[in-house]
């Protein structure tokens, strides 16, 4: 198992240019999330979709948009990119988050640069 | 709302014990996590709480008080492999809020 893949690891970003985070997850969980981490900081939730065809909106979701096709996949959309979104983005996944299934796993994360 | 406190930073020496406490303010509350982050990596998964009391986990222990939105991280036999960040979050739902981290320096 690869667990949960994440590319690009580092991009720089013009102000105003689009790009997607791609994330892949092998474990055939149901929940996925998308964070933000800016230095020193703690992780602060994006965008989460507990199935495919399902999302949700997290803390900080403006600027951003999400789609879940399927199981598998789950990519991040910044459209007109900002230096307010210079971060490193983690994206993970976990199974149902009833009493025996709850640990999130972690994908190396992506770090961008928008200048 | 949602809120939730822990230490900025704390120092400790290799072989002795630490403890890292939590509070938290969660709506729809249903479990305490703490999770392990070295510099420049993913955080890893250390423990989850859900009922009061003390969870066991070799050198790492975790204590949960719900009805005092509380919890501790307790890391014994520390090594300097422990310096790290150290994350709790609260499952509010379908979702984890985390914490801004307490980073531990472990000295030899």
């Known amino acids: 198992n690869a667990g949960v893949t994440q590319t690009p690891k580092f991009r720089i970003l013009k102000i105003g240019q689009s790009m997607t985070l791609q994330c892949t997850q092998d474990m055939n969980h149901n929940y996925m999330y998308w964070y933000r981490q800016d230095p020193g900081m703690g992780l602060k939730l994006i965008y989460y979709?507990?199935?495919?065809?399902?999302?949700d909106k997290g803390e900080v979701p403006n600027g951003y948009n999400v789609s879940r096709s399927t199981t598998e996949d789950f990519p991040l959309r910044l459209e007109l990119a900002a230096p307010s979104q210079t971060s490193v983005y983690f994206c993970?996944?976990?199974?149902?988050?009833?009493?025996?299934?709850?640990?999130?796993?972690f994908g190396p994360g992506t770090r961008l640069t928008v200048t | 709302g949602q809120n939730i406190d822990q230490p900025t930073e704390m120092t400790a020496t290799e072989g002795a014990i630490v403890q890292i406490n939590c509070t938290y303010q969660t709506s729809g509350f249903n479990g305490l996590f703490w999770y392990q982050q070295h510099a420049g990596e993913a955080p890893t998964f250390l423990s989850y709480n859900v009922l009061d009391g003390l969870e066991e986990k070799g050198r790492f222990s975790s204590f949960l008080s719900r009805s005092k939105g509380y919890s501790y991280l307790l890391l014994k036999e520390l090594q300097m492999k422990d310096s790290a960040s150290y994350l709790c979050a609260s499952r509010d739902t379908d979702k984890l809020i985390f914490g801004t981290g307490t980073r531990l320096q472990v000295f030899p």
């Open positions: 993970a996944s976990g199974g149902n988050l009833g009493p025996n299934s709850y640990e999130q796993y």
């Open positions: 979709s507990v199935g495919a065809g399902i999302t």
